[in-house]
């Protein structure tokens, strides 16, 4: 079935199948209807991209709506509006005339509105003798009360579809940092294994990401990077696995070799006082865990470290982990070093003081060097991270106020 043309009495129109389907959706309209204006409008716009109108063509719609005196569309009230094309560009923000009439066009195009036409073409209102209207010849809205309900599910199904594009987007984003910070650690740490081969497939996956992408791109990538980190991390499990068995391996040796039942080693430290039982030199006491500072009280005194947090923010303990990993790297500060720091400082003041040796770089030669001499005076009880901290919120006070 092919589309037809009618002549009227202002010209040759033609008549598509939606003109034709549009009519019968408004001739089914159950009586009493009715329906906001303004969230059929909404959803309208929502749905924009599916009824194929632009956003000029919606701001036609919308000014259309205001000369529509009520706040529901009801049949029983009429629905046909019937501006001048000088009053319809006024509240449609200055259109041009042509420009107008183009979007009128695909406005009854997408099925949003319908023409009634009047025997002179022109757009009127012909009143009773009570003075209420008994015709009006211009646009009627009578599809968008005959598809509300269609147009609200539209606007759900798209308004659901771009917070799953926007969860997928976030997901990948975040499976692509934990990627480059996993290969980053192997490859600085010297673990085995083949990083360059999986650094490349890493690359190949990055490099297939389009500039704008739908959700249908980027699933396929964000499961392929999934499994990528999950064969990461997997590896270096397996490598952690067999260090420790075999560090467990020379600790048994150690103990089997060992036959003295009275072994230093083997007695609590209540029994070999008890015993009359020396302690070993070579046997460290057991630190107290350094209680971390406020997170609050850290970016206060470190404002620099929150470019390097994820997205150039730091909400979160775990950003600013993530932030002291960067920045350790960036300032020369070898692994085994910051390593050194967390297992005597915490990981949380750790990175803290990175965060401090960040803030004060311009007065520090070897950043690296700074970390290890105040790991040393931490064991031996000679450094708090507190008077760092206060020392710079005053100098970033002083700052603020001169």
Known sequence: MQSGSVTTPFGRRSISLAHVRGQMRTADIKSGKSVDKWKVFRDACEARAVLGVQDRALAVLDALLTFYPESELSEDRGLVVFPSNGQLSVRAHGIAGTTLRRHLAALVEAGLIQRKDSANGKRYARKGNAGTIEEAFGFSLAPLLARAEELAHLAQKIAAERRRFRATKEALSICRRDVRKLLTAAMEEGAAGDWGRIEDMFLELTGRIPRTPTT????????????????????????????????????????????????????????????????????????????????????????????????????????????????????????????????????ENAAAVMACILERGGHINSAGGYLRDLTRKAERGEFSLGPMLMALMRQSSSLKAS
């Open 216 to 347: 249908a791109d980027i699933e396929p990538i964000l499961e392929e990077m999934q499994m990528l980190r999950d064969e990461i991390i997997n590896r270096l499990e397996i490598q952690e696995n067999s260090e420790n068995m075999d560090s467990n391996a020379v600790q048994n040796g150690c103990h089997i070799q060992n036959s003295n039942t009275e072994s230093i080693h083997e007695l609590e430290p209540s029994s070999r006082k008890e015993q009359g039982a020396k302690p070993s030199p070579n046997i460290r006491p057991v630190r107290e865990t350094i209680k971390a500072f406020p997170l609050g009280m850290v970016l206060q005194a470190c404002p620099q470290i929150r470019d390097y947090g994820p997205n150039g923010a730091i909400e979160s303990w775990r950003d600013l982990l993530s932030a002291a990993v960067v920045v350790r790297s960036m300032l020369g500060v070898s692994p085994s070093a910051y390593e050194e720091a967390c297992g005597v400082l915490g990981a």
